[in-house]
């Protein structure tokens, strides 16, 4: 799925590789009470501002 046809494919399977990688980190966070919360949140963070960032380039040919 890496290598989809369109940026958009991509674009949707970095999404869902960086949701299972948030969601399997939140589970070890539950489960042995560390500080892994943390870490995805900052995941969730970057991974919103890369989609809005790729997108406004998909739409407007320019990030800014």
């Excluded at 299972?20 to 995805?40: G, K």
């Excluded at 790729?54 to 739409?59: D, F, G, P, S, T």
């Amino acid at each position: 799925l890496m290598k989809g046809p369109s940026s958009v494919d991509r674009l949707l399977a970095v999404e869902t590789a960086s949701l299972i990688i948030m969601a399997i980190m939140a589970i070890m966070a539950i489960r042995s009470s560390t500080e892994f919360l943390v870490v995805v949140l900052i995941i969730a963070v970057l991974s919103i501002i890369s989609s809005i960032a790729v997108a406004k380039y998909l739409v407007k040919g320019k990030i800014f």
